[in-house]
T-cell receptor, first 116, second 114 residues
Framework: AQKITQTQPGMFVQEKEAVTLDCTYDTSDPSYGLFWYKQPSSGEMIFLIYQGSYDQQNATEGRYSLNFQKARKSANLVISASQLGDSAMYFCAMREDLTGANNLFFGTGTRLTVIP | DAMVIQNPRYQVTQFGKPVTLSCSQTLNHNVMYWYQQKSSQAPKLLFHYYDKDFNNEADTPDNFQSRRPNTSFCFLDIRSPGLGDAAMYLC?????????????FGDGTRLSIL
């Protein structure tokens, strides 16, 4: 089974609008971390936001917020007030503490295009 | 200021000719990772070092090896590159291997095989 599932290969959003990128995960480990990364066409992988499995509140970092629904095993990324520079590939990733602790499992990514 | 530095950004080598990719970090992190990312795919972990302890993923080909001479540097050696090894190679670091530690990536080295 896939550890991380991103069902949206591509998404479009109008500039200044908000957009939600979906991510679901699969783990039996009670302790894990969820991460979102942005990868522009130039190739670097930029860390955006982190959510721990025991965190009670949703993580926020500037225009990025993570909609963490533990029972549904989802960790959707919300980008508010989209900017042209947000156009990139976005990867959801998970790291487990007890099993595969050193491996960061990535989803297949969602390509976001911001339309002027 | 770049904290994880990969050189070169672009590398071209010939089929079967050994190539080395380098990564350095100024974060003093304990763990360094090498990922392979093929076009339109997710990054795939090849191996990592936790301090001097080397950990190879089970499905990493024998053709790929790594060296970490000190905390700051880590190298990826491809002994006999094949056409299927053309990819982006990403180096990353984390302070520790715990699940709450984000990995910080370099800009990557895009490897082409002629």
């Amino acid at each position: 089974a896939q550890k991380i599932t991103q069902t949206q290969p591509g998404m479009f959003v109008q500039e200044k609008e908000a957009v939600t990128l979906d991510c679901t995960y699969d783990t039996s480990d009670p302790s894990y971390g969820l991460f979102w990364y942005k990868q522009p066409s130039s190739g670097e992988m930029i860390f955006l936001i982190y959510q721990g499995s025991y965190d009670q509140q949703n993580a926020t970092e500037g225009r990025y917020s993570l909609n963490f629904q533990k029972a549904r095993k989802s960790a959707n990324l919300v980008i508010s007030a989209s900017q042209l520079g947000d156009s990139a590939m976005y990867f959801c990733a998970m790291r487990e503490d007890l099993t595969g602790a050193n491996n960061l499992f990535f989803g297949t990514g969602t390509r976001l295009t911001v339309i002027p | 200021d770049a904290m994880v530095i990969q050189n070169p950004r672009y590398q071209v080598t010939q089929f079967g000719k050994p190539v080395t990719l380098s990564c350095s970090q100024t974060l003093n992190h304990n763990v360094m990772y090498w990922y392979q990312q093929k076009s339109s795919q997710a990054p795939k972990l090849l191996f990592h070092y936790y301090d001097k302890d080397f950990n190879n993923e089970a499905d990493t080909p024998d053709n790929f090896q790594s060296r970490r001479p000190n905390t700051s540097f880590c190298f990826l050696d491809i002994r006999s590159p094949g056409l299927g090894d053309a990819a982006m190679y990403l180096c990353a670091t984390s302070r520790d291997p715990g699940s709450n530690q984000p990995q910080h990536f370099g800009d990557g080295t895009r490897l082409s095989i002629l």
